[in-house]
């Protein structure tokens, strides 16, 4: 039996991926927007240091219209970030 918690997707990771979504579906600028700023507000809250970097990359990224496969691979990376056990120096 595993004793190491195992971390799941948070509110920022969720929230970005949302706005990833968002742009993907073509939505109003202003409503990519609302999303991006709803994300990068909960960024401040992220813990896991790693994870924050790279939701706060994809955040810019799609705040200039890129919406690539580079955007994926730093979600994927970043869920994966978040998958990690807590080394405990997650700190900002």
Same mark, same amino acid.
């Not at 509110?11 to 073509?26: D, K, N, P, T, Y």
């Given at each position: 039996?595993?004793?190491?918690?195992?971390?799941?997707?948070? !509110?920022?990771?969720?929230?970005?991926?949302?706005?990833? !979504?968002?742009?993907?579906?073509?939505?109003?600028?202003?409503?990519?927007?609302?999303?991006?700023?709803q994300?990068?507000?909960?960024?401040?809250? !992220?813990?896991?240091?790693?994870?924050?970097?790279?939701?706060?990359?994809?955040?810019?990224?799609? !705040?200039?219209?890129?919406?690539?496969?580079?955007?994926?691979?730093?979600?994927?990376?970043?869920?994966?970030?978040?998958?990690?056990?807590s080394?405990?120096?997650?700190?900002?």
């Amino acid at each position: 039996m595993e004793t190491t918690p195992h971390r799941r997707t948070t !509110e920022a990771w969720e929230l970005v991926a949302h706005a990833v !979504e968002l742009c993907r579906r073509g939505v109003p600028r202003a409503t990519l927007l609302a999303a991006l700023d709803q994300a990068r507000r909960s960024l401040h809250h !992220e813990p896991c240091r790693d994870a924050r970097r790279r939701l706060t990359w994809i955040v810019g990224a799609l !705040e200039h219209g890129d919406a690539d496969a580079r955007v994926d691979v730093a979600l994927q990376v970043a869920a994966r970030d978040l998958a990690r056990p807590s080394s405990g120096d997650d700190r900002r």
